[in-house]
């Protein structure tokens, strides 16, 4: 299983990719200020990278997705709940 800074380095780069938002590492923590398309193309990044599912209609997607840490926070809880 990937380490939580690998997990942080791969979500910046696929922001990157999705979003042409440029997140260093200094950044992490900071809010992303996506709106719902970009949140959209960042969750169907995420479903086809990590092989999770994001409910969008279950979930507090605003909150998930606020910075690159809580993104990293949620993939990491989701595989964690899934390998049970």
Same mark, same amino acid.
């Given at each position: 299983?990937?380490? *939580?800074?690998?997990?942080?380095? #791969?979500?910046? !780069?696929?922001?990157? %990719? ?5 997140? #260093?590492?200094?950044?992490? !923590? ?11 193309? %960042? #969750?169907? $990044?995420?479903?086809? #990278?990590? $092989?999770?599912?994001?409910?969008? =209609? ?6 998930? *997705?606020?910075? %690159?840490?809580?993104? =990293?926070? *949620? ?10």
């Amino acid at each position: 299983m990937q380490d *939580f800074q690998n997990i942080e380095s #791969t979500v910046a !780069e696929l922001i990157r %990719v999705q979003t042409k938002i440029d997140v #260093t590492p200094q950044q992490y !923590e900071q809010d992303l200020h996506l709106d719902s398309l970009a949140i959209l193309e %960042v #969750t169907i $990044g995420l479903e086809r #990278t990590y $092989g999770i599912e994001v409910d969008e =209609a279950e979930l507090d997607v605003l909150q998930i *997705f606020r910075s %690159v840490r809580s993104i =990293a926070n *949620f993939i990491t809880s989701t595989r964690a709940d899934q390998s049970r």
